[in-house]
């Protein structure tokens, strides 16, 4: 009798050893997912996504809204696309360039025109400003009716523009192609200190 209950202890203590080896490799290759250099990382302010904006109609009350959360998946969608291995900041991800996107939305209630206009400031992982990309998009629409399809299709236009001049620039392409190093990649957490672009884009 205590010969078999030896056993079934041994039985037992061998396979909590297994279940918490496997425990350790799905953390750790959790860890090494969240550690993979990605081609680019996106970041836009927290305050594109708390902070709403204003449009206004003549002829109907004004239209508010978050620039972030529209311009997000149209952003990360088209720049997968073009370059792959792209996502959103993450502070425990790196990428071979920090995508810093910064939207803007104008609305002429005279000639029902969007305006929209996504700005792309590249860094690379030293915080060097590498290259500013600026697209833009005019498209007339109704703000008093379904107004978030018009903003988001003027958005989808202006990355569409904006994407278009970043695959054309070889010296980004020649960076991303690049085998970069852990120690000049690009950091999420290095956003916060980022600078503030010299090259701005024209008002509207």
Not at 48 to 58: A, F, G, V, W
Not at 65 to 85: D, H, R, S, W
Request: contains cysteine; glycine residues 4%.
């Amino acid at each position: 009798m205590k010969t078999a209950i030896t056993r079934l202890f041994a039985v037992l203590i061998l396979l909590l050893n297994v279940s918490a080896q496997a425990d350790q490799t799905a953390t750790g290759a959790k860890a090494d997912d969240k550690k993979a250099t990605v081609n680019m990382l996106l970041y836009i302010q927290p305050v594109e996504y708390t902070n709403s904006i204003r449009l206004s109609n003549q002829f109907s009350d004004a239209y508010w809204f978050e620039q972030g959360p529209v311009v997000e998946p149209l952003a990360l969608k088209k720049l997968n696309q073009t370059f792959g291995a792209v996502s959103m900041c993450d502070t425990n991800q790196s990428a071979k360039v920090l995508v810093w996107l910064q939207p803007r939305m104008f609305y002429n209630p005279k000639v029902q025109m969007f305006y929209g206009q996504v700005t792309a400031n590249v860094y690379t992982g030293k915080g060097e400003l590498k290259s500013t990309y600026v697209g833009k998009s005019k498209l007339h629409g109704f703000l008093d009716i379904k107004p978030a399809v018009w903003i988001e299709k003027s958005y989808a236009l202006a990355i569409d523009k904006m994407a278009a001049k970043m695959q054309a620039d070889k010296a980004l392409k020649t960076l991303i192609d690049s085998n970069a190093s852990s120690t000049d990649a690009a950091l999420c957490n290095m956003a916060a200190s980022l600078p503030i672009p010299k090259i701005r884009a024209l008002s509207f």
